[in-house]
């Protein structure tokens, strides 16, 4: 009933940028928040920013403050992830999230996209 697709990922090097975007779609009748995650393989999903989408406060991780920048299109159901001064240890995969409540429930629910890549290297 609700999709997230992520897009926008691919291979940049050391101190480039690069910038995510993620479409929610489907029987939504409002989303509360979204989000960006990344998974390296072996390590635990880490969440990296969120926005709310009824106060626009911004939230980060404190490995990508000042260098992450999210943002969101409410009209379109869209967020954003402008990455800049990239480095190695941001290679992963990066994951949407939406809190989004359906038209047929009363509460909102979370979903997740399907991951995009990002590989920082020279």
């Known amino acids: 009933q609700v999709q997230l697709v992520e897009s926008g990922g691919g291979v940049v090097p050391p101190g480039g940028s690069l910038r995510l975007s993620c479409a929610a779609s489907?029987?939504?009748?409002?989303?509360?928040?979204m989000a960006w995650y990344r998974q390296v393989p072996g390590k635990q999903r880490e969440w990296v920013a969120r926005?709310?989408?009824?106060?626009?406060?911004?939230t980060y991780t404190d490995s990508v403050k000042g260098r992450f920048t999210i943002s969101n299109d409410a009209a379109k159901n869209r967020v954003f992830l402008q990455m800049n001064s990239l480095n190695l240890e941001d290679t992963a995969v990066y994951v949407c999230?939406?809190?989004?409540?359906?038209?047929?429930?009363?509460?909102?629910?979370?979903?997740w996209g399907q991951g995009i890549q990002v590989t920082v290297s020279s």
């Open positions: 999230n939406g809190m989004i409540r359906r038209k047929d429930t009363s509460g909102p629910i979370n979903y």
């Open positions: 489907g029987n939504i009748f409002r989303i509360y928040s």
């Open positions: 926005i709310e989408f009824s106060t626009g406060i911004r």
